[in-house]
C-alpha cells in the first residue's frame, strides 16, 4: 500500500539513486555525477546506440548499453569495472585503428570527443593495421568540408540531418567493414540537397565534417594597406564567442569583440542587428500589405538561408509566400556597398571595400555566393567567418580576449535597437515584427508582446495577437527544418492557418547555429537570456524608433533605393 | 470459388480426398531446388508423355475431372535427400527411386506405373542390402518427420490436396472451436520454442502480442535463412507452403493481427513462386480475406523479398528493411512485440515455427510434449552437410544425441576418416567435439556447452580439417555480413579475420592469439544485436577446443591437417629420387634445380605449392609435410 510512495531507486556504483522519471540508465548515472562516455549519443536525436562506450556492468555481470536501457527500481549497476574499461579501450582501439590519426594537425583538435575518450582511457597503443585511408575529402561546399578518413560512422550527421532537417543529405552505404557515410551515389555534397545549415558538423564527434575556414583571405585582407574591411557582428555572436574563452554561458562579449576587432586591423566595424532593424521595417511593411491585401499569406520569413534553400529544394510552390527580403547580413553588406560607391564618386584612387560578416551560422558562406543577392555581379558581403572562426583569429592573433576593455561600433551605423537583437533566437523575429506593427508605445505593453507566447525554445510555438478593430493575427514560430515541414503539411491539408510563419533551421535559432563553439545540448538557455538580456538593456526598443533607419531611408534608401537595396531581385 | 462456411469447406474436403482416391496411383517428383537443378522437371514431363502415351489418364494438382483408375503426378517438396536427386515416390508402393535419369522414364512408367514392379538399379542399396520403400532408407529410418512430413508427399502446388489431407482444420478449429486465449494456452502450454535461434517460448510471445492494445498489428514470418549451407525453412515455404500460412493465420487469428508478411530471400526463387501461388488459392477460395469463412476473422498475407543480408535475419532488421529502410538492427527496448513493423506491436516467428503451430493445434499441447524433452519438445529440422555419408534435410525430435544424427542417419563419417567436430547453428554457432557425441540437441543442453541450435545447420568435420581454417571460414562470413553498425562488430570481426588470415598464412605471432581472445570477448560483450554478440563463437568456441591447433599453427608454422596452403612445405625425398629432371621441366617458377641422375632441391622460397611435381613424379620421391 505503500508502494506509490516509496521512492524508486536504483544503485550506481554502490550507491542508492532516486528515478525520478529518467527514461535511460546514462541520465541517470550523469544525474549521480558521473560521466558516462558516449560517442552517438545526443538527446535531440534518436538513440543509435552503435558506438557501445556506454556499457555498464549489472549485478550478474552483465553487459548493458546504458543510452538504451530504462531504469529499474532495485536494479544494481556499476560504471567502471575492470572488464568494462577494458571493453572501452578496445572500442576505442578499434575505432581509431580505422581512423587518419594526424591529431596534431587535425581541425578538431582542440574540441574532439574521440581524442578526448582515447586520452581519458589510456589508449596507448593501436596494434591493428591502419587501411581504407585514401585522404579523399568533399570540398564541394562553401559550408562544409566532408573528410570520410576521420568518420567513425556513429551516424550523428545523418540522424540530424534527416530527424531534425528533414534533409537526409547522407546516409550509410555498404557494410561491414566497409561501410562509409556519404551522399547518394556519392556525389559532391554541393549538388545535393544539402542546405548548408552545418548541424551535421556541429554533432560530428571528429573532424569528419568540419566547416570550411575562410580565415586565410581574411589574414590577406587584413594585411592589405588597400583594403578597408568592414566588419559586420550578428546578434547571437555576442553571446556565444565567450564560451570559447572560458566566459560563463551567455555572456554577452560585444564590446570585447568590437574592441578585439579593432586590434585586429578592422577599419570599420559594426553591428548586423542595426540592419536587422531595416529587415523588421521592410518585412512589417510588406506583412501588413498582404494582411490588407489578403494575398501570399501566410507570409514566411526569410532570414535564415537554410530554410530559403530547403524551401527552394522542397516547397517550390512557396515561393511566393517567402518574404522577398534579403536577411539583415545581406541588407547591411548592400547599404555599406552602396555608401562606398557613393563615397568613392568623383574620387581618384579609391581603396577596395571588403565586408567580413561575422555569424553563428555556415549557411550565411552559401548565402553570400547566391546569384539573386550580387549587386553588378558581385558579392555585396565578401567573407562570411562564424563565431567559432572568430575565436580561432583572435587566439592566432595573440590578443588577450579577456582582459580587452569593451568598445561600441562605429557611426553612422552605430545604433541598433533591441528588436534587432533579438534576431538571434527563435521567436526573436516575429517579436520585432509585431512590435513594429503593433507600435507599443511603453514598457508594458513591450511586456504583453513578449508574453504573448513568442519566447521559448520549444520547437513549435503558436502565437494569436489582436490587429486592428476585430482581426486576431495567427502566428507560427518554429525551428528545425522537419517541424517547419510538418507546419507545412499542416498549412497545405487546411489543417493549420496562419498569417505569419517564422522559420529557424537550427534548434533555438542563431544562437544554436553552427558556426557557435560547442552547439549540441549546451547552452542554448543561457545564450536565450543573454539576447533577451541585451533587449532589455537597449535604449531603443523597437526599430521604427532607431535614429539610424530613419536617416538611412531619408538618404541612402529613398525612393526607389530600399527596394533596390533590401529586397531579393 | 469462394469457400463461405465451415460445412463448406468440409464438403470440399471430403470431395478432394474421394478424387484423390480414384487415382490408382500416385507418383512423386521431387520439385525441391535441389532436384530441379538436376532435371527433376524435365523428368516430370517425360513421364507426363509417358503415362498419356501409356493410355493412362495422367491427374495433375487436382484440376481435371476425377475419373477411376488414373495416375496422380505431382510435383512434391523436398525429399531431404538431395545428394541422391533427382529422386521420386510411387505410392501405395511406397517405392523410392534416386539419381533418375529421363532416359530412365520408360522403364519406370512400364514397370512400375503400368506395372507394379521395381527398377532396381534406381532404389537405394547400402552394404550390400536394397531398400525399395523409402521409409526403410537408414536416412529416413531414423528420423521423426513432424514439420516435415508432408513435404515430399503431398503436391507443393495444390491448395486442394492441402486440404483433402487435413489442411486448415487447425484454422478451422481456432476460429470456430477456440477463444483466442485458449489458442494462446495450447501454443504455451506445448512449450513450443521459436526455431530461429534463440528458442524463445511461441506461446509467452503471442500473448505479449495480444496483449498490446494497438488497433494495428502485425503478423511476421521470418524467412530470412542466411546460413550458408542451410535450407530447412526453404524446404517447408517450397515443400508446404499451406502448413506455415495456416499456422501465420492462427497467430495472426490469436493476437488479434489482420495482416501478415513473409519476409523470404530473393535468391529462393523457388519458394517465392510456391508461396505467391499457394496465397492466391488461398486468397480465391477465401481462406485469406476478409471474414474468413464467415467467422468474422480478416486476414490477409504479403511477401516482401529480402535483397539478401544475414543480418535481416534479426527481427529489428527484417522488419525494418520490410519497411523499405537498410537493413540494420536497432537498440531494445522497445521489443518487436511492442514496437515493431512500422511501429506496431509484431509477432515474428520463424518459417519453422509457424509449421509447427497446425499440428500442435491438431494433436493437442500433451501430444506434442511427449516428442522430446519437455522444456524443448518438438522435432528440429537440420541441414546435415559435411564429410559425412548421407547428407541433406533431416528432422528428428529434440534430444536427439548428435551420435544418432551423425552416425545413424547421417551414416558416419565418409571414407571411413575420424569424427573431428560439427559446426551447430551456423556462423553464429559454436563446434562441438568428439567429448559432445552424447550430447542431446536441445536448446537449453546446448547453450550449457556454449554452442546453440541456431537455425539449424549442422557442419559435420572429419580429421582432415583444420580448425583455425574453420574459423577463417566463418569470421570471413560473419564479416561480410556484418550491417557495420555497432564498433565493435564492424571493426572487432574484420580485426579477428585478419588475425585468422595472419595465422593461417604461417605469419601468426603468440601475441595474436591473446589478441584474439580478447576481441572475441569485447564482441561478444558488447555488440549491438544478436549477431554480433555470437558473431566470434566460431573463434571462441574453436580455440576452447583446438588451442593446441592454433598454437602449431603459430609457433611451428604448421598444419597438420595441411588445409593450410601457406604452411605446407614440398620436399624431394632423396632417397627416392632418381634424378629424371621430369619435376623441374613441370615446374612453373622454376623452383626446382639438380643435376640429372643426382637428387633434385626445390627452392622453398620460390615454391608456390601448386603441387604439378608431386604429380608428375613417378617415384613418389616429391612429398607434403
Known amino acids: 500500500m505503500s508502494a506509490i510512495n516509496k521512492p524508486r531507486t536504483m544503485i550506481v556504483n554502490g550507491r542508492p539513486v532516486p528515478i525520478e522519471g529518467e527514461k535511460t540508465l546514462l541520465d541517470l548515472i550523469r544525474k549521480a555525477g558521473f560521466d558516462v562516455p558516449t560517442l552517438c549519443h545526443h538527446s535531440q536525436l534518436s538513440t543509435f546506440g552503435a558506438c557501445r562506450m556506454c556499457i555498464v556492468e549489472d549485478k550478474k555481470g552483465g553487459i548493458i548499453a546504458s543510452c538504451s536501457t530504462p531504469p529499474k527500481a532495485g536494479m544494481e549497476i556499476k560504471t567502471n569495472t575492470p572488464r568494462i574499461r577494458e571493453y572501452r579501450k578496445m572500442i576505442l582501439e578499434l575505432m581509431l585503428a580505422d581512423h587518419n590519426r594526424d591529431c596534431i594537425t587535425c581541425e578538431k583538435r582542440r574540441d574532439c570527443e574521440l581524442l578526448n575518450q582515447a586520452q581519458r582511457f589510456g589508449v596507448d597503443t593501436v596494434r591493428f593495421e591502419t587501411y581504407s585511408m585514401d585522404g579523399t575529402k568533399d570540398m564541394s561546399s562553401p559550408a562544409i568540408i566532408r573528410h570520410p578518413d576521420k568518420c567513425i560512422l556513429c551516424g550523428d550527421c545523418i540522424r540530424v540531418c534527416d530527424e531534425i532537417q528533414n534533409v537526409g543529405a547522407m546516409d550509410f552505404v555498404n557494410r561491414g567493414s566497409n561501410m562509409e557515410v556519404m551522399p547518394a551515389f556519392d556525389m559532391p555534397i554541393a549538388e545535393t540537397n544539402c542546405v548548408n545549415c552545418g548541424q551535421c558538423s556541429a554533432v560530428c564527434p571528429t573532424a569528419a565534417i568540419t566547416i570550411r575556414s575562410n580565415l586565410p583571405e581574411l589574414w590577406e585582407m587584413l594585411n592589405d594597406d588597400n583594403i578597408i574591411v568592414q566588419a559586420q557582428i550578428a546578434p547571437a555572436v555576442r553571446v556565444a564567442l565567450g564560451d570559447d574563452f572560458n566566459f560563463p554561458y551567455g555572456t554577452n562579449v560585444m564590446g570585447k569583440i568590437v574592441a578585439a576587432l579593432r586590434k585586429l586591423g578592422f577599419d570599420e566595424v559594426y553591428d548586423t542587428a542595426t540592419s536587422a532593424d531595416l529587415t523588421v521595417i521592410e518585412e512589417a511593411a510588406e506583412f501588413v500589405e498582404r494582411l490588407n491585401s489578403g494575398e501570399k499569406l501566410p507570409l514566411f520569413t526569410s532570414c535564415c538561408p537554410a530554410w530559403v534553400k530547403y524551401a527552394e529544394n522542397k516547397h517550390p510552390e512557396l515561393m511566393d509566400n517567402i518574404s522577398s527580403c534579403k536577411s539583415p547580413m545581406e541588407m547591411f553588406g548592400s547599404v555599406l556597398k552602396e555608401k562606398a560607391k557613393k563615397d568613392a564618386a568623383g574620387k581618384k584612387n579609391n581603396k577596395i571595400v571588403k565586408n567580413i560578416a561575422i555569424m553563428p551560422c555556415t549557411a550565411k558562406k552559401y548565402e553570400i555566393q547566391r546569384e539573386d543577392l550580387k549587386m553588378n555581379g558581385e558579392q555585396v558581403v565578401d567573407l562570411s567567418i562564424t563565431t567559432h572562426e572568430l575565436a580561432t583569429l583572435i587566439i592566432e592573433s595573440g590578443l588577450n580576449f579577456k582582459d580587452l576593455q569593451p568598445e561600441a561600433v562605429d557611426m553612422p551605423f552605430g545604433i541598433a535597437s533591441g528588436a534587432g537583437v533579438i534576431f538571434g533566437v527563435t521567436g526573436g523575429v516575429t517579436e520585432a515584427v509585431i512590435r513594429n506593427v503593433v507600435n507599443p508605445e511603453n514598457r508594458s505593453e513591450l511586456d504583453e508582446i513578449a508574453f504573448t507566447g513568442v519566447r521559448g525554445l520549444e520547437g513549435v510555438k503558436e502565437v494569436k495577437l489582436p490587429f486592428g478593430e476585430e482581426r486576431v493575427l495567427s502566428i507560427a514560430i518554429v525551428n528545425g527544418l522537419r517541424n517547419a515541414e510538418n507546419l507545412i503539411k499542416a498549412i497545405q491539408s487546411g489543417e493549420a492557418y496562419y498569417d505569419f510563419v517564422e522559420v529557424m533551421a537550427c534548434q533555438g535559432g542563431c544562437i544554436a547555429g553552427a558556426g557557435q563553439p560547442f552547439v549540441i545540448g549546451r547552452a542554448r538557455p543561457e545564450r536565450s537570456e543573454g539576447m533577451y538580456n541585451a533587449d532589455k538593456m537597449s535604449n531603443v526598443r523597437t526599430s521604427q524608433a532607431n535614429p539610424v533607419t530613419e536617416a538611412l531611408y531619408n538618404d541612402l534608401l529613398s525612393g526607389d533605393n530600399a527596394h533596390r537595396l533590401l529586397h531579393y531581385k | 470459388m469462394k469457400i463461405t462456411d465451415r460445412k463448406h469447406l468440409d464438403q470440399y474436403r471430403k470431395e478432394f480426398l474421394a478424387h484423390i482416391d480414384t487415382q490408382k496411383k500416385k507418383v512423386y517428383v521431387c520439385g525441391g531446388t535441389g532436384c530441379v537443378a538436376g532435371g527433376s522437371m524435365e523428368i516430370y514431363d517425360e513421364l507426363k508423355k509417358l503415362i498419356e502415351e501409356n493410355g493412362l489418364n495422367c491427374d495433375i494438382s487436382l484440376d481435371s475431372d476425377a475419373c477411376e483408375g ?36 520408360q522403364e519406370i512408367v512400364e514397370k512400375s506405373i503400368v506395372d507394379d514392379d521395381i527398377v532396381e538399379r534406381l532404389i537405394y542399396s547400402r552394404d550390400g542390402i536394397q531398400y525399395p520403400e523409402q521409409e526403410e532408407i537408414p536416412f529416413y529410418k531414423h528420423q521423426t518427420r513432424l514439420v516435415l512430413e508432408d513435404c515430399g508427399q503431398i503436391d507443393a502446388q495444390s491448395i486442394k490436396e492441402y486440404i483433402a489431407y487435413g489442411g486448415y482444420t487447425s484454422l478451422e478449429k481456432s476460429m470456430f472451436d477456440m477463444t483466442k486465449d485458449e489458442v494462446i494456452n495450447v501454443i504455451t502450454d506445448s512449450n513450443l520454442r521459436g526455431r530461429g535461434g534463440a528458442g524463445f517460448p511461441a506461446g509467452r510471445k503471442w500473448s505479449q502480442v495480444k496483449a498490446q492494445k494497438s488497433p494495428v498489428k502485425y503478423v511476421v514470418c521470418n524467412g530470412d535463412e542466411g546460413d550458408p549451407g542451410a535450407f530447412m525453412d526453404r524446404s517447408i515455404m517450397e515443400g508446404d507452403p499451406h502448413k506455415m500460412l495456416e499456422g501465420m493465420m492462427i497467430a495472426g487469428y490469436a493476437s488479434g493481427a489482420t495482416e501478415g508478411y513473409i519476409y523470404v530471400r530473393a535468391e529462393y526463387p523457388l519458394a517465392v513462386e510456391r508461396l505467391t501461388n499457394a496465397i492466391n488459392q488461398a486468397r480465391d477460395i477465401g481462406l485469406l480475406g476478409e471474414n474468413i469463412l464467415g467467422s468474422g476473422f480478416d486476414f490477409d498475407i504479403h511477401i516482401v523479398k529480402g535483397a539478401g543480408a544475414f543480418v535481416c535475419g534479426e527481427g529489428s532488421a527484417l522488419t525494418t528493411s520490410i519497411e523499405g529502410n537498410r537493413g540494420m538492427p536497432r537498440v531494445k527496448p522497445p521489443r518487436t512485440v511492442e514496437h515493431g513493423l512500422y511501429g506496431k506491436p509484431t509477432l515474428l516467428n520463424n518459417v519453422e515455427t509457424f509449421a509447427n503451430v497446425p499440428i500442435i493445434i491438431d494433436k493437442g499441447a500433451d501430444w506434442y510434449k511427449t516428442i522430446g524433452p519437455e522444456r524443448s519438445p518438438g522435432t528440429k529440422a537440420f541441414a546435415l552437410t559435411g564429410n559425412i555419408v548421407n547428407t541433406g534435410l533431416i528432422e528428428v525430435p529434440m534430444g536427439t544425441t548428435l551420435r544418432q544424427v551423425i552416425y545413424d542417419i547421417g551414416g558416419g563419417i565418409r571414407g571411413g576418416k575420424k569424427f573431428k567436430a560439427v559446426q551447430i547453428g551456423g556462423p553464429s554457432g559454436g563446434c562441438l567435439t568428439e567429448e559432445h557425441l552424447e550430447l542431446p540437441l536441445d536448446f537449453d543442453s546446448l547453450k550449457k556447452v556454449g554452442a546453440m541450435i541456431g537455425s539449424g545447420g549442422l557442419v559435420v568435420m572429419d580429421e582432415d580439417t583444420c580448425m583455425v581454417e574453420v574459423a577463417r571460414f566463418f569470421m570471413n562470413f ?54 554480433g554478440k555470437t558473431a566470434a563463437n566460431p573463434v571462441k568456441s574453436t580455440i576452447k577446443y583446438f588451442r593446441d591447433e592454433y598454437i602449431e599453427h603459430i609457433v611451428e608454422k604448421k598444419c597438420r591437417t595441411g588445409n593450410c596452403q601457406a604452411l605446407k612445405t614440398i620436399y624431394i625425398d632423396k632417397g627416392l629420387c632418381k634424378g629424371c629432371s621430369l619435376c623441374s621441366r613441370v615446374c612453373p617458377v622454376n623452383a626446382i634445380s639438380g643435376k640429372v641422375k643426382e637428387p633434385f632441391e626445390i627452392d622453398p622460397a620460390t615454391c608456390i605449392k601448386c603441387g604439378a611435381c608431386i604429380e608428375k613424379c613417378k617415384f613418389n620421391a616429391i612429398k607434403e609435410g
Do not use: W
Open chain 2, 70 to 105: 488414373s495416375i496422380g503426378l505431382k510435383k512434391s517438396g523436398c525429399h531431404g535427400f538431395c545428394e541422391m536427386g533427382p529422386v521420386l515416390r510411387i505410392e501405395p508402393s511406397k517405392l523410392f527411386y534416386l539419381k533418375v535419369k529421363k532416359e530412365d522414364c
Open chain 2, 478 to 531: 560473419t564479416q561480410n555480413e556484418s550491417c557495420g553498425k555497432c564498433v565493435p562488430c564492424r571493426e572487432g570481426t574484420r580485426r579477428m579475420l585478419d588475425i585468422l588470415e595472419k595465422i593461417v598464412a604461417g605469419n601468426g605471432e603468440l601475441s595474436d592469439l591473446e589478441t584474439l581472445e580478447q576481441l572475441a570477448d569485447t564482441v561478444t560483450a558488447t555488440a549491438l544485436c544478436g549477431l
